[in-house]
């Protein structure tokens, strides 16, 4: 079946520096690759996503990657700070009808101030 | 305009008995998805409904899970006989139309059945 995987499940850096988490995924028919990031207690939150026909993507502090010849995807976050401490999340879903998100085992990351 | 909203947030049960969690999805959203996160582990995929449809359940165990989303009222995950591996956080997303087609999966803060 389909299937997402994470890496690294954990990711400590020091304030300032940059954080990377990577994925790959299984379904070659995958178009659409979402970001969330997820608080202590609370529910997910997409912070950035990006589809088949687009190989970057950048918002702010974060800039997204994809590779679809070798089917890994990749979140880039700089200059980070505490406030980015957090678990996230990759998945990766198809835009055809009634299909599920599938979603990568996440990232515990810490920024040490 | 409220979010996806889930109740109960905290649900304790005994061995043996039910637990009905309800998710109410954003207005406009016809939708549904529940995703199961057991402690410090991914969200599972369990089941996507929209309207009176399950659209895909291949997720769901297949004894004691139920998953309803009526035409009237919120979606509602029911687990009967609970045993103590149910425990977990219950998570609701719910999106506008497809989910990759139209955009991002908006969730609920989540249930957290404890069973005892």
């Known amino acids: 079946g389909e299937n997402v995987e994470q890496h690294p499940s954990t990711l400590s850096v020091q304030e300032g520096d940059s954080a990377v988490i990577k994925c790959t995924y299984s379904d070659s028919a995958s178009n659409y690759f979402p970001w969330y990031k997820q608080e202590l207690g609370k529910g997910p939150q997409l912070i950035i996503d990006?589809?088949?026909?687009?190989g970057e993507k950048k918002d702010q502090r974060i800039a997204v990657t994809l590779n679809k010849t070798a089917k890994h995807f990749s979140l880039h976050i700089t200059e980070t700070q505490p406030e980015d401490s957090a678990v996230y999340f990759c998945a990766a879903s198809r835009d055809t009808g009634g299909f599920k998100t599938i979603f990568g085992a996440g990232t515990r990351l810490f920024v040490k101030a | 305009n409220a979010g996806v909203m889930q109740n109960p947030r905290h649900l304790v049960r005994r061995r043996g008995q039910e637990a009905r969690l309800r998710c109410s999805p954003m207005?406009?959203?016809?939708?549904v998805y529940w995703y199961r996160q057991l402690p410090e582990e991914g969200l599972k995929f369990m089941v996507y409904l929209q309207k009176e449809n399950i659209i895909d359940e291949s997720g769901m165990p297949k004894e004691r899970f139920s998953a309803e989303f009526p035409k009237e009222g919120p979606s509602i995950l029911r687990i009967q006989q609970v045993v103590r591996g149910d425990s977990a956080a219950y998570f609701c997303?719910?999106?506008?139309?497809?989910?990759?087609?139209?955009?991002?999966?908006?969730f609920g803060e989540g249930s957290r059945l404890t069973v005892l």
């Open positions: 990006i589809r088949s026909n687009v």
């Open positions: 997303a719910s999106s506008f139309g497809l989910a990759g087609g139209t955009g991002e999966l908006f």
């Open positions: 207005k406009g959203h016809s939708h």
